[in-house]
């Protein structure tokens, strides 16, 4: 991102940070939560988006996103552009901010009209373990596990593997290695964790 844009978002919304072009709020919890203000000559577009940071995560996504605001348009100052962002993005903060506790998560994650991609499904199985939910997390990961598409995606079907074969013993031993992955994901993307949390 611009870091001059950058500087004007961050005095209309001190809280949000950037990592790799996606506008967070912090401190982070389970689930980043944030913007995304794509800038391509002559046309903007913004995202709001949810990921779940004890998915392994090699790079930032879009996979739980939406479009909440677009325009096209002459260069405009950083200060008129940052203003802009932040009216558009005003009426989906509290929403999109919400995401952040993996039980809101579930709300986008395992809508039925986004469960036909192998990605949301396995962010459904996934904060299904966090929330100790073991069967409906099996449930997705035999889904899934059926489907060759996922073969398409280095390490997918070895991840939901080494899933599948903790729940077996429990779900906790399932959820530790989920936070180990958070903590990489975390230091990966110099996210800032919330107080009390070593991440």
């Given amino acids: 991102m611009n870091v001059k ?25 389970q689930v980043l939560c944030g913007f995304v203000f794509e800038r391509i000559r002559g046309f903007r577009r913004i995202w709001k988006f949810a990921l779940p940071l004890y998915d392994r995560v090699e790079f930032l996504h879009l996979g739980f996103s939406a479009v909440v605001g677009q325009w096209e348009g002459k260069a405009m100052t950083p200060k008129v552009e940052a203003a802009r962002f932040v009216e558009c993005i005003a ?32 962010g459904a199985a996934l ?23 996922i073969d398409r995606v280095p390490c997918f079907r070895r991840d939901l593997e080494q899933i599948d074969a903790l729940l077996k013993q429990g779900v906790n031993p399932a959820r530790q290695l989920l936070m180990r992955w958070k903590k990489q994901t975390m230091a990966r993307f110099g996210l800032v964790p919330k107080a009390g949390e070593s991440c």
């Fill in 91 to 122: 009426n989906h903060e509290p929403e999109t901010y919400s995401w952040a506790d993996p039980e809101k998560f579930l709300s986008i994650s395992e809508r039925q009209d986004t469960l036909g991609n192998p990605w949301n499904r396995r």
């Fill in 5 to 29: 844009l950058l500087v004007q978002i961050q005095k209309l919304r001190p809280q949000l940070r950037d990592s790799n072009g996606f506008l967070y709020a912090a401190p982070v919890g």
């Fill in 127 to 149: 904060t299904r373990i966090v929330l100790g939910d073991a069967s409906a997390a099996k449930s997705h990961l035999r889904i899934l596990l059926d489907d060759n598409h």
